[in-house]
Every structure is written in C-alpha cells, then in structure tokens.
T-cell receptor, first 109, second 113 residues
Framework: LAKTTQPISMDSYEGQEVNITCSHN???????ITWYQQFPSQGPRFIIQ???TKVTNEVASLFIPADRKSSTLSLPRVSLSDTAVYYC??????????FGTGTRLQVFP | NAGVTQTPKFRVLKTGQSMTLLCAQDMNHEYMYWYRQDPGMGLRLIHYSVGEGTTAKGEVPDGYNVSRLKKQNFLLGLESAAPSQTSVYFC????????????FGDGTRLSIL
C-alpha cells in the first residue's frame, strides 16, 4: 500500500535547526522525493528535491539514506516566516504521486 | 509572469448543482494536475493530464470530470455537486510528471450546501 507518513506538528524557536522526516517504504526505484511548503490561503511551493544521499540549496537540505525508505528535510536557523505546513511528495509505482499528510511547523520567537 | 491561475477563488453551491473550475498556466508546461485538500488528509490527486487532449484518473476521481482542450488550460467539472466535495481545490503544472517540481495555483475554496 502506497503511503507517506509525516509527524503532524513540530514546534521550534527562532535560530534553531528543524528536521522533518517523511517515511515512504514503497518508493519506486526511479522516483525522487520532493518537499513543498504551504502558507495559509496559498498553494504549496517547491522547496527541494532529491534522489539519494544529500542535496542542499539556499533554503534547505534534504537527507536520503541508502535504502530510500525515508527522507529528512532540514531547515537551518528557522525564523518566524518559516511557520508553515511542509509536505513530502513521493512517487509509487508507475502512476502514483502521493503527498504526505503534512507537518505543521510553528516557530516561536 | 502569472504562473498558475485558478478561477474562481471562492464558490458556494447547492447540492446537485454543477460547475467548472478553470486552471490556466503560462509556463508552457505539458503536465497539469487537479488536487483536493481536506483537513488532516494532505493533497489528493483527482485527475491529471500529460498533454493537450489527454486526461487520466488520479487517486480520487469519482464525481469529477476534466478536459484539456488547450495546452494552457485544465478544467475540472462537477456535474452534480455533493457535500462531500466541499474542499479546497488546487491546480498544478509541471514540465514532467514524476520528477519535475510542480507549480501550484492559490486554490479554489468550494462549499457545497
């Protein structure tokens, strides 16, 4: 059964590093893992994408272990503006793209 | 550059009424998608299109129809609206289906009474 699992919510303080994990046991061999950020009343926005090991861009890092059954989005030194819902998107099989149920991140001053 | 534009932004319908949601993208993307977002359930794929004139079913297609007559437009139709279709609907587009980032519109909030 294709499924992605994320924690429902996380709290952090400004300046801390936040790590959000997504579990995806049945990911397809050739599929990437993609993470999105969503603010209220807006559509999801692309953050980062990876296939294996580690990917880093100007806003986040993505860690993917060798078995690819999970992935971890890392947000360095979060600020209040990082308060949002974060989704992972994973492909399963030949025609399934499954979003996780989302992790609501609350950043406190 | 508008990206992905959804029309309308809000709508209230009565049970049994029909309506069409319009999605337009100006990025020349081949792939387009319709999702619904419900509390606690993330985004679920309704239908998608891999190019002009083609459509395919996603995870939750029942009660919806779609059309892709022009490359830039993807229409989502509800023939006979039901309260269970109350949701926020998002359209997205991408250069490819599986491994290309999707660009989303800001959603249509639909309430069925």
């Amino acid at each position: 059964l294709a499924k992605t699992t994320q924690p429902i919510s996380m709290d952090s303080y400004e300046g801390q590093e936040v790590n959000i994990t997504c579990s995806h046991n049945n990911i397809a061999t050739n599929d990437y893992i993609t993470w999105y950020q969503q603010f209220p009343s807006q559509g999801p926005r692309f953050i980062i994408q990876g296939y294996k090991t580690k990917v880093t861009n100007e806003v986040a890092s993505l860690f993917i272990p060798a078995d690819r059954k999970s992935s971890t989005l890392s947000l360095p030194r979060v600020s209040l503006s990082d308060t949002a819902v974060y989704y992972c998107l994973v492909g399963f099989g030949t025609d399934k793209l499954i979003f996780g149920t989302g992790t609501r991140l609350q950043v406190f001053p | 550059n508008a990206g992905v534009t959804q029309t309308p932004k809000f709508r209230v319908l009565k049970t049994g009424q029909s309506m069409t949601l319009l999605c337009a993208q100006d990025m020349n993307h081949e792939y387009m998608y319709w999702y619904r977002q419900d509390p606690g359930m993330g985004l679920r794929l309704i239908h998608y299109s891999v190019g002009e004139g083609t459509t395919a079913k996603g995870e939750v297609p029942d009660g919806y129809n779609v059309s892709r007559l022009k490359k830039q437009n993807f229409l989502l139709g509800l023939e006979s609206a039901a309260p269970s279709q109350t949701s926020v609907y998002f359209c997205a587009s991408s250069r490819g289906q599986r491994n290309q980032p999707q660009h989303f519109g800001d959603g249509t909030r639909l309430s069925i009474l």
